[in-house]
């Protein structure tokens, strides 16, 4: 499967004007209400080159948006890999040195041997992120295919996923082998916990749809997290919700071994594989195939390619769930 470049729909927006926080972290702000109620944090540029995020982000800073009841907290991450995009290369904007949404174990945190500039600033970031007790974390996909919700492996993900209400695909999976994402770091990914988070794959990198997804979801959230009243919110980012949900548990990923990896055909993601044994893709030469009927394919794609690099994962459709008339 060969690349397919897509077009640079957005203006990427300026966010010099937030560096300098209350918080002491760069481009990471609280506000605190005063009033009794949960830690909400919005999260933007987890990857460097998603700009949905950074542009709803941006948007409530600007509209000064403050919480009724709890705490918020509106976030860049990755803003040396936000700095260093260049549109003649958008796929390499995604990180400077590591992926940052591979480095949140405590183990890895607190490994002083280990250094990077994602590690850097996850380091920097990780005192608030402690304290959060709601996360959505807002990113976009390689390829141009349906935003869906990644609510990790627990139940509690699934409740707030559904909770939510969009998008209407729902991914329950365990991560990547290569390392552990924000939204399962501590308490977000302890059964035992209250805490909770969501990560929102809202459409292809720099396509328009992606910020009407972007703007939808955090509105949700913010409105069920109770922190904000809906006349706080910017007019017309409230969309109509899907007709149904769908239910889909990550059983497996594929790792690419080595470069030698090729699919089968140009696929986008949440294809549906009617039999078993259908060959989706190879492998240094040796055919991947599906493992069970209906499987599907979640967010493949080849545009990060190297061995230990999870290029597709296999889902199973668990239920589906009809909105309530």
Not at 7 to 17: G, H, N, Q, T, V
Request: charged content about 25%.
């Amino acid at each position: 499967m060969s690349a397919h470049a897509y077009p640079i729909e957005l203006a990427f927006p300026d966010i010099a004007a937030h560096e300098h926080s209350d918080t002491g972290i760069a481009y990471v702000h609280t506000f605190d209400s005063g009033v009794d109620g949960p830690h909400v944090m919005i999260n933007a540029l987890t990857h460097g080159n998603e700009v949905c995020g950074a542009i709803v982000v941006d948007a409530l800073l600007r509209a000064k948006l403050r919480p009724a009841r709890g705490k918020l907290t509106l976030a860049f991450a990755n803003v040396d890999a936000y700095a260093r995009f260049d549109p003649s290369r958008p796929d390499a904007g995604r990180f400077v040195d590591q992926d940052f949404n591979r480095v949140w174990t405590a183990q890895t945190l607190d490994n002083s041997e280990l250094d990077s500039s994602e590690l850097r600033r996850a380091r920097a970031m990780r005192p608030v992120i402690d304290s959060v007790d709601l996360l959505l974390d807002l990113h976009s996909m390689h390829e141009k295919s349906k935003p869906l919700i990644v609510s990790g492996p627990l139940d509690k993900g699934v409740a707030l996923a559904e909770q939510l209400g969009t998008p209407a695909t729902v991914i329950c999976d365990e991560g990547h082998p290569e390392g552990r994402r924000m939204r399962d770091y501590e308490g977000f990914g302890d059964p035992r916990s209250p805490k909770n988070a969501l990560l929102i794959e809202c459409g292809q990198h720099w396509e328009m749809a992606a910020v009407t997804v972007a703007r939808d979801v955090t509105a949700r959230f913010l409105l069920l997290s109770g922190v904000v009243d809906e006349a706080d919110l910017p007019d017309g980012w409230i969309m109509p919700l899907p007709d149904e949900m769908l239910i889909v548990r990550v059983t497996e990923p594929v790792v690419a071994k080595s470069l030698d990896f090729r699919f089968a055909r140009h696929y986008t993601g949440l294809e549906v594989f009617a039999d078993a044994g259908s060959v989706i893709g190879w492998s240094e030469g040796e055919a991947v195939r599906t493992p069970y009927p209906d499987c599907m394919l979640v967010m493949p794609s080849l545009r990060q390619l190297r061995a230990g690099v999870t290029v597709v994962r296999l889902g199973k459709i668990e239920r589906r769930i009809p909105r309530s008339l």
